[in-house]
C-alpha cells in the first residue's frame, strides 16, 4: 500500500520522474540493488555518460542494443538512451516493461522526418523499397521495408536486387555515404543529426596539423567534407573496433563524444582527440543523451517510471522491417 501511495505521489510531468535523493545513497550499489530486486537490465548507448555506460549491463550500438532488446531475459528494460531506442526494444520485446530515464532525451535526426510528410513522400514513389535507418520513430519503422543500422546498411543494401528502386531516410548524410560505396542510387529524404551535421572541416584540418600521426575515425552520418579526410568510416562500434586493432597510437575521433570513454577503457596507452564542431567548443555531445543523468536512472528504476507505451498496431507494423534487418545481418558479430 505504502509503495502504492508512493507510486500515486510521484511527479512525472516533466518527463523524468522529480523526487529528492537523499545525498548520502551509494547510487550506483542502490542502482545494482534494484536491477536484481525487479529482474531488470540497463541497457545504454555509447554517447551516455560514463558512469551510466559503467553501471549498463551492455553497452553498444543501435544493432547491438536492438539484439540485446530482442533476446534479454529480463523482466524490465531500462533504456539509457534517447526515446527511438527505447521504442525499438518495445517493439521487439512487447511483454517487457520498458522504462527510460528521460522521456525529453529525443532525436534530431528522428524528428527531422514527420510521418505525414514521410508518408507523402513516399506517396511520390510507389515503386520504391523503403529503407529507414534506426534512428526514427515507431511511426516511421511502420511506413518502412526494411530498418537498417550504420553497421549493417551496407551490407543489407548489397544484398537487395540491383534494379530495385529505394527511398532512404531519414539520414541524407548516411544515404549518400552508403549510395557511394555500394554504387546504388537512391531518393533520399532530406535529414540529418545535428551532432555529426556540425563537425567543421576547417576545425579538423588544423587537429590533422596539430597531430599529423593522427588516424581520423568518422561516422558516416558526417557531412562529405568531413568524410572525405577520414581515414576510417563506420558505425561507433567499427570505430571502437578499428581502434583497438590498430596499432596507430592517436585517434581523431569525428563522432559524438561519448564514445571516447570506451575508447580510453579499452586503449589506455593510445590518445584519442575529440573532433571539435565549428561552434567553439572543444568537443560535440549529444544533448538528448546526455539528458540522462546517474539520478535519474536512479528514480527511474526505483518508480518504474517513465514507461515507454506504444499502440500495438504501430507495433506490429513496425516489427516487421526491424525483424528483416536482424535477419539480413546476422553474419555481421
Not at 533504456?79 to 517493439?91: C, R, S
Not at 577520414?230 to 583497438?244: C, E, F, H, R
Request: net charge negative; with cysteine; glycine share 4%.
Amino acid at each position: 500500500m505504502d509503495e502504492m501511495i508512493a507510486l500515486d505521489l510521484v511527479d512525472v510531468s516533466g518527463g523524468y520522474v522529480d523526487a529528492p535523493i537523499d545525498p548520502t545513497l551509494d547510487l550506483f550499489a542502490e542502482i545494482d540493488r534494484l536491477k536484481k530486486e525487479k529482474n531488470a537490465v540497463i541497457l545504454a548507448h555509447y554517447y551516455q555518460e560514463p558512469d551510466i555506460q559503467d553501471l549498463a549491463d551492455y553497452v553498444g550500438d543501435s544493432l547491438g542494443l536492438a539484439r540485446q532488446a530482442a533476446g534479454t531475459n529480463a523482466d524490465m528494460i531500462l533504456f539509457a538512451g534517447v526515446h527511438f531506442m527505447a521504442e525499438t526494444a518495445k517493439i521487439l520485446s512487447p511483454q517487457k516493461k520498458v522504462i527510460l530515464p528521460d522521456l525529453n532525451a529525443g532525436c534530431s535526426l528522428a524528428d527531422s522526418c514527420p510521418p505525414d510528410e514521410f508518408a507523402a513522400f513516399r506517396a511520390l514513389h510507389p515503386d520504391h523499397l523503403v529503407i529507414s535507418y534506426i534512428n526514427c520513430s515507431a511511426a516511421i519503422k511502420a511506413q518502412t521495408d526494411i530498418i537498417v543500422t550504420s553497421s549493417n546498411a551496407e551490407h543489407i543494401i548489397r544484398q537487395l536486387p540491383a534494379d530495385q528502386p529505394i527511398i532512404f531516410a531519414p539520414d541524407k548524410n548516411l544515404g549518400r555515404y552508403i549510395s557511394k560505396v555500394t554504387g546504388r542510387e537512391m531518393v533520399l529524404w532530406d535529414g540529418s543529426c545535428i551532432v555529426h551535421e556540425v563537425f567543421s572541416e576547417q576545425q579538423l584540418v588544423r587537429l590533422k596539423v596539430q597531430y599529423p600521426e593522427a588516424l581520423v575515425l568518422a561516422h558516416p552520418e558526417c557531412e562529405e567534407v568531413v568524410l572525405r579526410h577520414a581515414d576510417y568510416i563506420g558505425s561507433t562500434t567499427g570505430i571502437l573496433k578499428y581502434a583497438q586493432n590498430s596499432p596507430e597510437k592517436q585517434f581523431i575521433v569525428a563522432t559524438e563524444a561519448g564514445i571516447l570513454h570506451q575508447m580510453e577503457k579499452t586503449c589506455p596507452d593510445k590518445t584519442f582527440i575529440a573532433a571539435p564542431p565549428g561552434n567553439g567548443c572543444s568537443c560535440n555531445e549529444c544533448p538528448h543523451m546526455k539528458l540522462n543523468t546517474l539520478e535519474k536512472v536512479y528514480l527511474c528504476l526505483k518508480y518504474e517510471l517513465p514507461e515507454l507505451l506504444m499502440e500495438e498496431s504501430v507495433r506490429i507494423r513496425a516489427l516487421a522491417p526491424i525483424q528483416r534487418m536482424l535477419e539480413m545481418s546476422r553474419a555481421i558479430g
